[in-house]
């Protein structure tokens, strides 16, 4: 009855995961369904590429718009924005007069597709105040977005929408279905420990010591988000998670604590291998021991996809269960952008942790 209850309430956490940080969620059912009335986006309302950001009004805005909240500051607003990746973030801001009534931001990084390295924006914080929400300003939005996201060297966009977003974004956005991110829960072996090399909170490492050990584990993209050692251990910096790194001979893991509803859990949030090896059994389950005892915490999430990993840890969460679609989805802009097909795509990939 133990195992059983605290497996409903994993998979309710999960539930919890899945909504957090999704990139539309301001748009309301309401608005997607057409019930609103109508409002003409306005002579006066212009949409442009703001050049510097006011993070804390913008913060502010964000509240304001989404509709269960937005769990961030200022601070997270200008690493993500700015910190987060190799290149700033682009802030396609709705303006009315001198004030922001709404915005996309598209946050580049480096895709792997068909062997060369591509530019696609992370599409995050896509909102319209809520006085000035209307479908004909969203499709103008959307539109300009495309239009501007082009002008500025993205071969792409890429998300992965909540429920209220799937039926906003493909029809707006015109972007494709890639996979369905899997969820699955579990309980670490306890006694796992061969291989290990490090087991750590990154806050707790230095720089110059984690670059390098982290370079034959970022060699292959696999289709996917193109690591260095300094732009994943900038990644691994956010301000909202204190994420741990865990290293064994073949791989490294990447994972976080989470507590939901009073339920603390263990989130492994990526696996990479050593020189695009598949990862074995028995160096995954070490790694996820290692994450678990980091973490103080047996119970464990996982929320991606990795074909690199010779078996996936856990037990699948059946999809009828799945609270939201985790389904990655992109829109290319260019030819360079059309072949994205990632072998792998797990939560340190995009904006959630």
């Known amino acids: 009855m133990l195992v059983k209850r605290r497996t409903r309430d994993v998979l309710a956490a999960a539930h919890d995961i899945a909504l957090v940080r999704s990139p539309d ?76 009534i709404g915005q996309m931001v598209l946050v580049p990084y ?41 002008a500025a060297g993205l071969d792409a966009i890429y998300g992965v929408p909540n429920t209220i977003s799937m039926g906003i974004t493909p029809r707006l956005l015109k972007t494709r279905t890639i996979r369905k991110l899997g969820i699955r829960i579990g309980l670490a072996a306890p006694a796992q420990r061969r291989g290990i090399t490090l087991s750590a909170h990154v806050d ?48 490294v893991a990447v994972s976080c604590r989470h507590t939901i509803k009073g339920l603390p859990f263990t989130t492994l949030c990526g696996f990479l291998p050593a020189d695009g090896q598949t990862i074995a059994p028995a160096a995954m389950r070490a790694l996820v021991a290692a994450a678990c005892r980091t973490h103080r915490n047996p119970m464990f999430c996982y929320i991606g996809f990795n074909e690199t990993l010779g078996r996936l840890p856990g037990i699948a969460v059946p999809e009828r269960w799945h609270p939201s679609p985790v389904t990655l989805t992109t829109r290319a802009f260019t030819p360079g952008g059309e072949g994205f097909n990632p072998q792998r795509f797990e939560l340190i990939d995009y904006d959630m942790m």
């Open 110 to 150: 480096e895709m792997e597709v068909d062997g060369q390295i591509r530019l696609f924006g992370l599409v995050v914080d896509f909102f319209i105040a809520p006085e000035h929400r209307s479908g004909p300003l969203t499709i103008k939005l959307c539109r300009k977005v495309v239009e501007l996201g082009t």
């Open 204 to 251: 707790a490492l230095r720089d110059d010591d984690v670059v390098p050990l982290l370079a034959r584990f970022v060699s292959h993209s696999a289709g996917g988000r193109k690591w260095t050692g300094a732009s994943l251990l900038r990644r691994l910096r956010s301000p909202i998670t204190r994420f741990a790194l865990h290293a064994h001979d073949d791989a």
């Open 25 to 100: 969620i301001a748009l309301t059912a309401e608005t997607a369904g057409g019930t609103q009335t109508p409002r003409a986006a306005g002579d006066d309302v212009r949409i442009c590429i703001e050049p510097a950001t006011d993070m804390d009004s913008t913060t502010v805005l964000l509240k304001r718009s989404f509709p269960q909240g937005y769990p961030h500051d200022s601070h997270y607003l200008q690493w993500l924005y700015h910190r987060s990746g190799n290149h700033a973030a682009i802030v396609v801001a709705v303006m009315k007069g001198d004030s922001k």
